[in-house]
């Protein structure tokens, strides 16, 4: 039991203990956010610290892999690279903890505005008591200087008149003295009372708040100790990796890897030339003994040089055995000259210099020019256009990975293009229909208001052939079974949500321009992660690729490090000041990184661990589409707050080494897992209100938007970052004047307002006005469509989250984040 310190020292002449122990709780508040940004701060340091040793380990991956020390630098790399993981992991670590501490900090609010409401009475008894103190001691003074009066008129000999009157006054004067003792008395009881309680609620509250902030302390002290052990560990492992690397395992291991061969050239004996036998038949000829790259190749005239060319017409390049019958008329036959000899292209000097084991000074005839012969044949077409033809087997493949959407039906002609078929169009609703509809998603406020407008959509989309596709079609994948940890189970659609079949299109991707970053490469800028909630018709994943080292070096036994990225999408419409008008959309998907050495632990093994995550709050969700071709889920869970699913292993492996065959480079293959629609209620689910009102007159227009920030939408609540409001203004605006400043752009006839972050630190917790006044040339203005965006980094709209469920992986990363869609007010 704590000595109850604050009911023995906060009492005091003027009775202000109160005051400062409520203001000592509100600054325990204060001390939980700065300790909370101060982990923050922490980890964003741990964060730099891990991507700039993964840079590190990319360049020592780099480094030269040739000679006796090449292998030294795989040490260099795995360790580093661990050593990156380490910070990584202690990054994800503290993220953990600042969610616990604003976990606290919330209900550290909820607390104090309890305790505020429950010492209100005390507050009321020490404003009493203070009261009464200031009238006691006035009266007190009142009384004193009416007894000095009423004694000074009797030494001066006053008439019994005055001495009568200044008797009563004395009579008073103690009347109301001795009242204000007495009520001083019954006030100076309650405070006591109410102030004994207060204190010792207060040193409670202090008591409570010391305890957690020293137990998130513990925690933080615990994983930076914990941190620091795992890279005593890996330092452990590189000097044991050094001390094992010896000098004579590196001179070893050039010998066996490099080596030419352990036959030492043998013997020739001297044999005497017969004259007889030389002279008959003999052609003069050179020979070298082996050719060197970059020099004149001498000509010989030996019958042996026709052999070599028949042998090279007849493979054409190739291994033996790994053709069947060769084409010799269209076969790559090499050029010969009029004596007989091949024609060796000119060879690039540089070329010749890094490809050469000898110098280019080794080379005599450098500055003689050399005979080539280069022969360009047509590409062939097919039906104008300029793809290769290509095998029946080729195209069984292809046609078996198209899954065509059940509708509508599209009948293609005889001979149709694939081009032909992106270029149907399908008209499109007008903004009013679509509005009425509530299909937010095709409303562009930044476009052209036609209503007869169409726009092009297409209806077929085919994978371009530098992008793998997913590897197996919808009709021939097999459920694989479930994890041994939980019972086998019949594969069908998902209960409780409605569950569409949902498609995957990727970004088309050209051999003129690099892939695109991936959303979750930690070593690319923050703002990497693209927003991407359409829905499209195609069924190939979309995989983005990173161009960052890898963070991990994985082995088998290791668990698996993915990270997962939560992006969401909010259009809103606004009209008016009735809530009940808003319509609200969101929507999001979900993607899982895999990092490229992942792949090779896949291949290598004949069943690797099957990924399972279960994703929680799925009641806030309204429909799952997951990627039928590798997620598989279980329909018969009775929580409908949680959904248990699991990837196809041999489908995802598939992709996946499809998807590092044709980008070796890439460190890590994105591939998007399910998209989903999340529950709105109005305008409650709107991370930002927005009311706007027009004054249109003749010659000027007066426009106002309120906005207010609405923390309760996001799970948690984060800052609203990049926020831009757009409005068009018609009517030949000459002038304007706004409030805060605003950019008018003439051309467009649109003015821009570019506000700060957004959030419950914002003045006047995030609400405010746009005000501004145009002079106009051609009014009146016609109210027009107004046009926010915003981007929020660290929340979700939909609260949904996800968590690995079995052993065999671990969550490296988990990114939310959410952004406006189409996000517009009427008046």
Request: hydrophobic letters at 30%; proline letters at 7%.
């Amino acid at each position: 039991m704590i000595t109850p310190y604050f009911l023995e020292n906060f009492w005091g002449d003027k009775n202000n203990g109160f005051d400062v122990l409520y203001h000592n709780m509100k600054h325990g508040q204060i001390s939980s956010k700065e300790l909370s940004d101060f982990i923050r701060e922490r980890a964003t340091i741990e964060e730099t610290y891990s991507r700039s040793m993964t840079k590190l380990a990319k360049t020592a991956s780099n480094c030269s892999q040739l000679g006796t020390f090449a292998p030294v630098w795989d040490v260099f790399k795995q360790s580093t690279e661990k050593l990156a993981a380490c910070h990584m992991e202690l990054v994800r670590k503290l993220q953990e903890l600042i969610k616990e501490v604003q976990k606290y900090v919330e209900e550290q609010a909820k607390n104090h505005k309890k305790t505020k409401e429950e010492v209100a009475s005390t507050l009321e008894a020490v404003q009493n008591i203070q009261s009464v103190s200031q009238t006691l001691q006035k009266s007190k003074e009142n009384y004193v200087n009416k007894m000095l009066e009423q004694e000074r008129m009797r030494k001066e000999g006053a008439t019994q008149r005055d001495l009568d009157k200044a008797g009563l006054k004395v009579k008073k004067a103690t009347e109301s003295y001795k009242a204000y003792v007495e009520k001083y008395a019954t006030a100076k009881t309650e405070f006591e009372q109410r102030m004994t309680e207060t204190a010792q609620k207060f040193q409670g509250i202090e008591e409570e708040h010391v305890m957690r902030m020293q137990e998130i302390i513990h925690s933080y002290s615990q994983s930076v100790e914990e941190t620091h052990a795992q890279i005593g560990e890996v330092q452990h492992e590189f000097v044991n990796n050094m001390e094992n690397t010896s000098v004579e395992s590196l001179i070893q291991k050039l010998a066996e890897s490099k080596g030419t061969g352990k036959e030492r050239p043998g013997p020739i004996e001297f044999e005497e030339c017969n004259v007889s036998i030389a002279t008959e038949g003999a052609k003069p000829r050179k020979r070298k003994t082996f050719a060197i790259p970059g020099r004149r190749r001498d000509k010989d005239t030996d019958s042996t040089e026709s052999a070599e060319v028949e042998a090279v017409n007849a493979s054409n390049g190739a291994p033996p055995g790994f053709y069947g019958a060769i084409d010799l008329h269209n076969a790559n036959v090499p050029q010969l000259d009029e004596e007989g000899f091949c024609i060796r292209p000119e060879v690039n000097e540089n070329d010749a210099k890094e490809n050469s084991f000898y110098s280019s000074s080794d080379s005599e005839d450098e500055d003689e020019p050399r005979k080539f012969h280069v022969q360009i044949k047509p590409v062939q077409t097919n039906n104008g256009t300029h793809q290769q033809k290509v095998t029946i087997d080729e195209l069984k493949a292809s046609i078996g990975n198209i899954t065509l959407s059940p509708t509508p039906a599209v009948h293609m002609k005889k001979n149709q293009s694939s081009d032909e078929l992106t270029r149907h169009k399908i008209p499109q609703p007008s903004f009013n229909d679509r509005l009425a509809c509530n299909d937010l998603l095709s409303l562009d406020p930044f476009g052209p208001t036609s209503t007869g407008s169409s726009s092009p959509l297409p209806h077929l989309s085919v994978p371009p052939p530098n992008r793998p596709t997913t590897p197996l079609g919808t009709a021939a994948i097999v459920p694989p079974p479930r994890p041994l940890s939980r019972p086998k189970l019949p594969v069908v659609k998902l209960t409780g949500i409605n569950e569409a079949g949902l498609s995957f299109s990727p970004p088309k991707l050209s051999n003129s321009s690099p892939p695109p970053a991936a959303p979750l490469a930690r070593a690319e800028s923050s703002s990497s992660l693209s927003s991407n909630t359409s829905l499209t018709t195609s069924n190939t994943p979309t995989v983005g690729i990173s161009r960052g080292p890898s963070p991990v070096t994985l082995a088998s036994q290791d668990a698996l490090p993915i990270a997962v990225a939560f992006t969401e999408s909010v259009n809103a419409y606004f009209k008016g000041a009735d809530p009940s008008k808003c319509i609200v959309k969101i929507t999001g998907d979900m993607t899982l990184s895999f990092p490229s050495g992942i792949i090779k632990i896949f291949t290598s093994s004949l069943s690797p661990a099957v990924l399972s995550f279960k994703l929680s709050n799925t009641s806030r969700l309204e429909q799952i589409m997951p990627n039928q071709q590798l997620l598989h889920s279980d329909s018969s869970q009775g929580d409908t707050n949680t959904k248990d699913f699991w990837l196809n292993m041999s489908a995802l492996t598939a992709y996946l080494r499809k998807s590092s065959e044709q980008n070796p480079a890439a460190s890590y293959y994105n591939v998007d897992i399910l998209k989903y629609q999340a529950c709105s209620n109005g305008i409650q689910s709107t991370p930002l209100n927005l009311v706007v009102y027009w004054k249109c007159a003749p010659t000027t227009t007066d426009l106002r938007v309120d906005y207010r920030y609405n923390p309760e939408a996001m799970q948690p609540p984060a800052a609203l970052t990049n926020l831009q409001v757009l409005v068009p203004v018609n009517g030949g605006v000459t002038s304007m004047q706004s409030l805060p400043n605003a950019i008018w752009n003439a051309e467009q006839s649109k003015t821009l307002w570019k506000l700060s972050d957004l959030s419950v630190k914002s003045d006047n917790e995030g609400s405010g006005s746009l005000r501004a006044k145009f002079e106009l040339s051609d009014g009146p203005s016609i109210p027009a469509t107004l046009a926010v965006q915003f981007f929020s980094e660290g929340s979700t709209l939909s609260g949904v989250d996800m968590e690995l469920v079995g052993s065999g992986y671990r969550l490296s990363l988990n990114k939310k984040r959410f952004t406006s869609g189409r996000y517009m007010a009427d008046c």
